[in-house]
């Protein structure tokens, strides 16, 4: 069936209510599995201000302005390393039974260091000693075609990992333990519970409605300062700057820019995404009423995201969605930029399956950003359309629908809305977490005429 440009009104799914929280015990578990899977007697996971989505999963605490360690040791041990800054918001945190501990080494250059400024004697004082097995959790992990020893290449910094070597000793041994939780398929963090999903998707509702606001809203004669203050900005914490930028033709769409005070004229490209904890939600398209090209290119663009919808479900390999939606691409000169759909999380890019020739599986529980960047565009062009989605079987959907009702009847909506209104018949493994679920328009200055199938 043919792509067909629509006036679509997108309802309204339902009242959001008060934000939902993940529990003590689902923390409990996560690090009781974290910890025995290393198979270490420590488990020592690095955040920082930028990387902090090991740290959050498993404690619910994130450090603000500077470096933090959960040490996972015997017995149940857990202590949390901070700096100067975050030991008043270590309360936060939803792991029961921690101690905290200042390493002022973990601080800001220039803050005090005449308590505790040796990293290396915090370490011992939460228990660590000479002949320990260590395990590191950075931020990201080589691949073993990346070196010839990615186990022994930390995503760390070198200083802390040198600390972690001279404490153990020759006896002990320090190793990378990330994929534990950040590989694809069998990585804890790729998995995610009924009480994450309905937080995420508490997210999601959000920050697609204030991305919707800047696209349903902006005007002619608006800067982009202008355009982007449109989103209502509540304080909701942010995983990714935010970013509106926009070229005339024959230009370059900067596409990861934030605002500036470039005004807006009909024929620019523009793109907007904004990112909260858990969910990001981005569009881009022609600040126009209409444009046969464009629309012809966008309609292709459209084709691709129909193919990632009914392609992906459980059990599917990341290689079988990649070839789906990079085959139907390219059927319309284009290709993605990137893989064509990643695991996200409280960061907006955890990992991913979907790449060339992957086996590795869709699985329940796994949430998912559509990342479809279409290229190549010419130059004052720009397209996106990305939403977050979760995979759930029966199981997990009925643990959902029990314990969170009201988040799942607005994803079960979502799903009537992709079928009736854009003739998308969205598998029941999809959870469709955004309230503008792709919901595409080319045209900016026409909000309201969605692409749909015919």
């Not at 070597?165 to 190793?175: D, I, K, N, Q, Y």
């Not at 004669?221 to 304080?235: I, K, L, P, S, V």
Request: hydrophobic share 40%.
């Amino acid at each position: 069936m043919a792509i067909e440009l629509k006036k679509i009104a997108i309802p309204d799914f339902g009242p959001l209510g008060s934000q939902p929280q993940v529990p003590a015990p689902t923390y409990e578990a996560r690090v009781k599995a974290t910890y025995e899977r290393a198979g270490c007697d420590w488990l020592a996971v690095y955040a920082d201000r930028e990387h902090f989505g090991n740290i959050v999963f498993l404690s619910g605490f994130e450090p603000r302005f500077e470096e933090a360690f959960l040490l996972l040791g015997p017995k149940g041990e857990r202590v949390l390393l901070t700096g100067n800054e975050s030991e008043s918001y270590a309360p936060l945190a939803g792991l029961p039974g921690l101690t905290v501990l200042v390493a002022q080494s973990l601080s800001l250059m220039g803050q005090d260091r005449t308590i505790h400024p040796r990293l290396a004697d915090r370490l011992r004082d939460a228990g660590i000693r000479t002949g320990d097995s260590v395990g590191l959790v950075g931020w990201k992990y080589l691949e073993p075609e990346e070196d010839d020893e990615p186990h022994g290449a930390f995503f760390v910094p070198a200083v802390h990992v040198r600390m972690f070597e001279r404490l153990v000793g020759s006896a002990g041994a320090v190793r990378d333990v990330t994929p534990v939780l950040m590989h694809p398929e069998t990585g804890l963090r790729a998995v995610i519970d009924a009480d994450q999903i309905a937080a995420f998707e508490w997210a999601s509702t959000r920050v697609s409605l204030a991305l919707w606001r800047i696209v349903s809203g902006v005007r002619e004669g608006d800067d982009e300062f202008t355009a982007a203050a449109r989103m209502n900005y509540a304080g909701d914490p942010l995983n990714v700057h935010t970013m509106l930028s926009s070229a005339g033709p024959g230009e370059t769409v900067i596409g990861l820019r934030s605002p500036i005070g470039r005004k807006l004229s009909r024929g620019d490209g523009v793109t907007t995404a904004i990112g909260y904890w858990g969910a990001l939600s981005s569009r881009a398209g022609l600040f126009d009423t209409g444009n046969d090209a464009f629309l012809k290119t966008a309609s292709a663009y459209f084709e691709g995201l129909l193919a990632w919808y009914e392609t992906a479900d459980i059990g599917v390999t990341g290689g079988a969605l990649h070839e789906a939606v990079v085959g139907k691409l390219s059927e319309g000169g284009l290709r993605s930029a990137l893989n064509p759909g990643h695991l996200t999380g409280h960061e907006e890019w955890m990992n991913s399956p979907v790449r060339p020739a992957s086996t590795e599986k869709l699985a329940s529980g796994m949430p998912f950003q559509v990342d479809v960047i279409p290229v190549p565009m010419p130059d004052g062009w720009t397209l996106n359309c990305e939403d977050p989605v979760t995979f759930a079987d029966q199981a997990l959907r009925d643990e959902l629908k029990s314990h969170h009702p009201e988040c799942f009847a607005r994803i079960e909506k979502r799903r009537a809305f992709m079928r009736d209104e854009l003739g998308v018949a969205v598998r029941e493994s999809i959870l469709p977490l955004s309230s503008t679920p792709l919901c595409l328009p080319p045209f900016w200055l026409r909000a309201d005429h969605l692409l749909a199938r015919g």
